[in-house]
């Protein structure tokens, strides 16, 4: 009997929680702070503590993070900034907002920025890199960092799918000049509509950062500078409240799940993602790698789970890139992952029953390959 699996449900995570989120917005119903307000200043307190940053600031969206933070840091009209061309497309867009030009650098089996890649892709206009932490697993920092420091870089965090994600003990958001976050619906600690974030530990910078956010004005009625508004809504900031309180637990079952997925898809002809020794990845996604995608992703669709693909078009094959001028080929990593990887389920509400049906049903596709192809589409492939 097939069982159905959505890809994720919203809605069974707001289900525990509706009470204290509606007596929130009661609260805010009756006070009239809509508009930054203390709510706001609570969750900057707190998101600052998880990372361990002396600063954080909420904005608008993930999207506005990116922007705000490199149009702070100078960088426009000119310049270059390298990232990941396997990110959702926010990560280079909001270079190409600020003026800048997009520069792209190859990726590793796990994703993350390939550091001898991005010092390939390092010019005289190279002003930052943007290391994407993707899929919640932390890209490799200190690499990346030491690259930053020998060619007087700035190193932003893209840190958009890895809220509580730790690299040697040190949560992603705090190594870089600054951490820029999405609090997007999907994430894994979400808002109930958009909403982003900034931590840094430089002072200066979270002070521009502060007005910037806010149409440029040091108080309500003096314009220091023409900016944005871009400000997190207190409506939001209460509901992050509520929430941030589950973020650690959520975390650990999304960890749970996917070691479940590790220890019991061993030995198929995946890729399947791992924990380095000194990483703590948070599993925003869990992305298994397959020649056989396309198949597994319908097979297992038939039997009532819903799979992704993050993501299907690499940003430097995306029509609003053709002005960069790469060619297909630039980059082998990640366009070789685009036609091989698939995103299974991976939420904390994900039933022990459903995970066990959804593993069941990949095994069950090898088997029924293994009858038709005298079983070499059993052979393991490993981790990445």
Same mark, same amino acid.
């Given at each position: ?103 792209? +650098? ?21 002003? +930052? ?128 799940? +996917? ?126």
């Amino acid at each position: 009997m097939n069982m159905t699996v959505p890809y994720i449900n919203l809605g069974l995570q707001h289900r525990d929680l509706k009470k204290d989120i509606l007596g929130s917005i009661e609260k805010l119903l009756d006070n009239g702070q809509f508009i930054l307000g203390e709510e706001t200043k609570r969750f900057e307190k707190s998101l600052a503590d998880l990372c361990g940053t002396k600063y954080a600031l909420g904005v608008a969206n993930g999207t506005d993070a990116l922007f705000l933070t490199m149009l702070a840091l100078g960088i426009g009209k000119g310049d270059e900034v390298i990232t990941a061309p396997n990110s959702f497309l926010a990560s280079a867009s909001s270079i190409a907002l600020i003026g800048a030009t997009p520069a792209f +650098a190859d990726v590793n089996e796990d994703f993350n920025l390939d550091p001898g890649s991005v010092e390939k892709a390092i010019s005289k206009k190279t002003k +930052a890199i943007i290391a994407v932490h993707l899929t919640g697993r932390p890209a490799p920092m200190d690499e990346l960092m030491a690259i930053a420091r020998k060619h007087n870089l700035q190193l932003i965090e893209d840190a958009a799918q890895a809220i509580g994600a730790q690299y040697k003990g040190r949560p992603v958001g705090s190594m870089g000049i600054a951490g820029c976050f999405s609090l997007h619906p999907l994430k894994n600690l979400s808002a109930c509509g958009d909403a982003g974030a900034i931590t840094t530990n430089d002072e200066k910078l979270f002070h521009h950062l502060e007005i910037a956010r806010n149409h440029g004005l040091k108080n309500r009625d003096q314009c220091q500078f023409w900016s944005y508004n871009s400000r997190l809504d207190n409506l939001q900031a209460a509901i992050l409240n509520v929430k941030m309180a589950q973020l650690s637990s959520w975390n650990t079952r999304r960890r749970s799940i +996917a070691e479940r997925y590790t220890t019991e898809l061993k030995g198929l002809n995946l890729v399947l993602p791992a924990d380095k020794s000194y990483e703590k990845s948070v599993y925003h996604t869990y992305i298994i790698q397959t020649p056989f995608r396309d198949e597994l992703q319908k097979f297992l669709l038939i039997k009532g789970i819903d799979t992704k693909v993050h993501y299907p078009i690499a940003i430097h094959n995306q029509e609003a890139s053709a002005y960069l001028g790469y060619k297909p080929g630039a980059f082998p990593v990640t366009e070789k992952q685009t036609r091989t990887i698939l995103s299974l389920p991976v939420y904390p509400e994900l039933t022990d029953e459903q995970l066990t049906y959804v593993i069941a049903q990949i095994k069950e596709f090898y088997t029924q390959r293994a009858e038709t192809s005298g079983g070499s589409s059993l052979m393991g492939k490993g981790v990445s």
